[in-house]
């Protein structure tokens, strides 16, 4: 049986997950240990990445998150 992933499904190293979320390391690091950021997935014993589609839905909902500007 033949699975087809969709890009978003793609796995991402922790210089992407940096660079699209905006975050420092360590507060990558500190929102992971508070349950606030997607968990990474373990590769091998000194590697581990993230799942794009996760990251993305967390950028969202932080976007969502916004006060709406008074105009």
Not at 14 to 40: C, N, W
Request: cysteine-free.
């Amino acid at each position: 049986m033949e699975t087809h992933l969709s890009p978003a499904d793609r796995l991402i190293r922790i210089d992407e997950v940096l660079h699209i979320s905006g975050m420092s390391r360590s507060a990558l690091y500190a929102s992971i240990q508070k349950g606030e950021f997607p968990t990474q997935v373990k590769l091998s014993k000194k590697s581990s990445a993230w799942v794009y589609s996760e990251v993305l839905a967390w950028i969202r909902a932080k976007a969502a998150q916004r006060q709406p500007k008074d105009d």
